[in-house]
């Protein structure tokens, strides 16, 4: 039975805030580091319920509000397979989180463990991780609390990124069967990454310095630490690695400073050389921008659509030299966000689908494919392979010296890449690779197709409720008569596109707006704005 009276001893300790209201949403619990105490304790108590669920398989539970503001935390559980919480249990997660008491919470688990049909007897065995945010250390306490009152086994993954959280959740669940994912460590992770990378760009030109700009978070430790494992096959000038510099983290750096101000992060004025590659990692490293600065010091961004671009073509290219195109079906899955641009080139070479944002919904898709390609276009991604990929690729025999090169790349390609969940570190090694025996830079890289200008505002309004959409967020069905203002907009802008879709993170409105001016974008996405308003 559920050991009650450790949890309402536990629970008294850590009580809920009144009128507060939590809610998990598409990356889990995320609000101000102060009040999250008591949900803590209580994802605690969830993910090992969420374990004897699966008989004792290991969940994850990574502590980080990734690329928010240093006060911020949040907290999000992952599934045995390393794959985000099945959504079914977010609500769950949202009705222990809100119990007013510990009564109340003791009531709410005894529905649950109802509802989802949970043996109670089975073992928890639970695996977490936070980022370096101050707060982190009493929110893992408040954690601790909760998987002791449930008597899990669990172990704590120290300070490390969200993707090697992840990493080490499918590598513990697979090691006793015939596919392990790799050695159930930090030091399995990196080992399986860099052999990985090292064969791919054996035999090439030595690669020029990249610059990483580290976001001042939990990326500058496990960037370091790759850079020993990489010895030299990777030069890497590491930027913004100050973790303990109190309101550092992801300010005026870091990925989504890149994405959202489409500009330099000021600390890499005076480090950046023109033509050099540079890429920015988010607070928890699970997304990638690249960029470089031109000849006139031009600032250029490579988001995740050109990575999508760039590495699917890749990949394509692989497959065919291998002699497997007809039996492995590759494709992209791309959001409302990904840039016209990226759509009318991918489009022309490969099935893309668009589903609404949100990192569950393109991996679903993605897992559709044999390859399956996904990025937001905020650098959130990754490539999965199906099993039968897998082991087609694994047991295929080629007939001539080049498919066997082609095919001995195409296995290193899977090793490189974090199957799990989108990972910046190894993201980056990928898109190294690919400009490796692509002989690019930036500028190449970057010129397969040029971005349409774009904008996107936010707006607050009274309801975000009431904004629903269709169409994988690209049209709204209520307010009623909106769209077709909206449309009415568009049609008077050369190349326009544009969408509004309500925030899953914030309580706000997002309007996107692209056209084949800037100046056009930007008028466009504020005379969308104002219909919103
Ligand atoms: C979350 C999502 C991210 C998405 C963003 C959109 C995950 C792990 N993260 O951060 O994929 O791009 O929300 O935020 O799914 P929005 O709904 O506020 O625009
Ligand atoms: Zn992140």
């Not at 699966?54 to 992952?78: C, Q, R, W, Y």
């Not at 109670?120 to 707060?135: E, G, L, W």
């Not at 610059?211 to 000038?237: M, Q």
């Not at 049609?491 to 056209?515: H, Q």
Request: hydrophobic share 40%.
């Amino acid at each position: 039975a559920l050991p009650v009276d450790d949890i309402r001893r536990l629970s008294d300790l850590h009580p809920k805030p009144e009128d507060i209201r939590y809610q998990y949403g598409t990356a889990g619990f995320r609000t101000s580091g102060k009040i999250l105490d008591s949900v803590l304790f209580r994802v605690g108590i969830l993910a090992a319920l969420r374990s004897k669920r699966f008989d004792g398989k290991t969940i994850g539970v990574m502590v980080t509000a990734s690329h928010n503001p240093e006060p911020d935390n949040g907290v999000k559980l992952v599934d045995p397979r390393g794959e985000m919480l099945e959504s079914s249990w977010e609500s769950h997660a949202t009705v222990l989180a809100n119990a007013s008491s510990s009564d109340d919470l003791i009531a709410a688990l005894q529905d649950l463990i109802k509802t989802a049909k949970i043996d109670v007897s089975k073992p928890a065995r639970v695996v977490y991780a936070r980022d370096t945010r101050p707060s982190g250390p009493a929110l893992v306490a408040a954690l601790e609390d909760g998987l002791n009152a449930m008597g899990a086994e669990a172990r704590n993954a120290g300070v490390t990124t969200t993707p090697i959280l992840h990493y080490l959740v499918r590598a513990i669940n697979t090691k006793a069967t015939k596919d392990p994912y790799g050695d159930d460590t930090e030091e399995g992770y990196y080992t399986k990454l860099t052999s990985a990378f090292n064969k791919l760009i054996a035999g090439r030109p030595p690669r020029s310095p990249l610059v990483i700009d580290c976001a001042n978070g939990v990326g500058a430790l496990a960037a370091e630490t790759l850079s020993r494992y990489l010895k030299n096959s990777l030069p890497i000038e590491l930027q913004n690695i100050a973790i303990d510099a109190a309101g550092a983290l992801n300010n005026s750096c870091g990925a989504d400073f890149v994405k959202v101000n489409q500009k330099l992060p000021p600390s890499l004025a005076n480090v950046l050389q023109p033509g050099q590659r540079a890429c920015s990692l988010d607070g928890d490293a699970d997304r990638l921008m690249y960029f470089y600065l031109d000849e006139r010091h031009q600032f250029h961004m490579l988001d995740g659509d050109k990575i999508t671009t760039l590495v699917a073509s890749f990949i394509v290219d692989l497959v065919k030299a291998v002699g497997l195109e007809e039996e492995l079906r590759i494709g992209v899955v791309q959001t409302a966000y990904a840039n016209g641009s990226s759509t009318k080139y991918l489009s022309a070479r490969l099935p893309v689908k668009c589903v609404p944002t949100g990192v569950k919904h393109l991996h679903h898709a993605a897992e559709q494919y044999d390859i399956g390609v996904y990025f937001e276009a905020n650098g959130h991604g990754t490539v999965l392979f199906s099993q039968p990929a897998q082991e087609l690729i694994g047991s295929h025999r080629p007939s001539t010296p080049a498919q066997s090169t082609a095919l001995t790349h195409l296995q290193n390609i899977i090793n490189v890449i974090n199957q799990t969940v989108g990972d910046a570190l190894s993201d980056m090694l990928l898109v190294e690779a690919v400009l490796a025996h692509k002989s690019y830079g930036g500028a190449e890289w970057d010129s397969l197709y040029a971005d349409l200008p774009n904008r996107l505002v936010k707006v607050v309004v009274a309801d975000r409720n009431a904004f629903r959409t269709e169409d994988a967020e690209r049209r709204l069905v209520s307010p009623p008569g909106l769209q077709a203002k909206i449309d009415e907009l568009v049609k008077k802008y050369d190349g326009g596109r544009s969408f509004v879709r309500p925030s899953g993170t914030e309580d706000v409105v997002r309007v996107y707006a692209e056209a084949t001016s800037k100046g056009q974008a930007d008028e466009l996405a504020f005379r969308v704005a104002g219909l919103v308003y």
